[in-house]
T-cell receptor, first 111, second 117 residues
Framework: KNEVEQSPQNLTAQEGEFITINCSYS?????LHWLQQHPGGGIVSLFM???GKKKHGRLIATINIQEKHSSLHITASHPRDSAVYIC?????????????FGEGTQLTVNP | DARVTQTPRHKVTEMGQEVTMRCQPI?????VFWYRQTMMQGLELLAY????????DSGMPKDRFSAEMPDATLATLKIQPSEPRDSAVYFC???????????????FGPGTRLTVL
């Protein structure tokens, strides 16, 4: 069993739809990260959160520490949101912040 | 704006050759990570440094991979000898761990796409 699991693996939506990507983890963490990787390959950090909820534009990330679960929501989705979304956790350590990654969710938003 | 840079962006080499990938972390960041991404394994950590000291390189094949930080502005990842199974995209990322253990997000470089024939 992977330490970080995402669902779904693939998601196709129509422009304007509300999208949810889920992430569950099994280890103690200091923070959870949501990353976005576009077809060109670059990786961008969207959120880093350790509790509650964060919002940036049309993106919302939530985390429930007790349930070891996080969700990434995209409101009013757009074709430019098409990308791979990766959940990663940083385990609590005293001398580092290594990331353990989920397998990613391939999102395609059709016009 | 500040960003992590990596060179080269693409590298094609023959099996057995030495490969050196370079990374310039964001100025002021004290933690540097090397990740590898393949279709089969996804993203995985190879090694990371804090204040130029290696903290964990358990993800690297020790017999052929080596990672160093000659100075605060340069991190290197070497493969010698390279093998076809090393073909992947290698990402460098940097971040800041503040006093008290507070960690900022990680910033990723554009990656080096390595193909070993």
């Amino acid at each position: 069993k992977n330490e970080v699991e995402q669902s779904p693996q693939n998601l196709t939506a129509q422009e304007g739809e509300f999208i949810t990507i889920n992430c569950s983890y099994s280890v103690g963490i200091s923070a959870l990260h949501w990353l976005q990787q576009h077809p060109g390959g670059g990786i961008v950090s969207l959120f880093m959160l350790s509790s509650g909820k964060k919002k940036h534009g049309r993106l919302i990330a939530t985390i429930n520490i007790q349930e070891k679960h996080s969700s990434l929501h995209i409101t009013a989705s757009h074709p430019r949101d098409s990308a791979v979304y990766i959940c990663a956790v940083s385990e609590w350590e005293t001398s580092g912040s290594r990331l353990t990654f989920g397998e990613g969710t391939q999102l395609t938003v059709n016009p | 704006d500040a960003r992590v840079t990596q060179t080269p962006r693409h590298k094609v080499t023959e099996m057995g050759q030495e490969v050196t990938m370079r990374c310039q972390p964001i100025l002021g960041h004290n933690t540097v990570f090397w990740y590898r991404q393949t279709m089969m394994q996804g993203l995985e950590l190879l090694a990371y440094f804090r204040n130029r000291a290696p903290l964990d390189d358990s993800g690297m094949p020790k017999d052929r991979f080596s990672a160093e930080m000659p100075d605060a502005t340069l991190a290197t990842l070497k493969i010698q000898p390279s093998e076809p199974r090393d073909s992947a995209v290698y990402f460098c990322a940097s971040g800041l761990v503040r006093s008290g253990g507070y960690r900022d997000e990680q910033f990723f470089g554009p990656g080096t796409r390595l193909t070993v024939l």
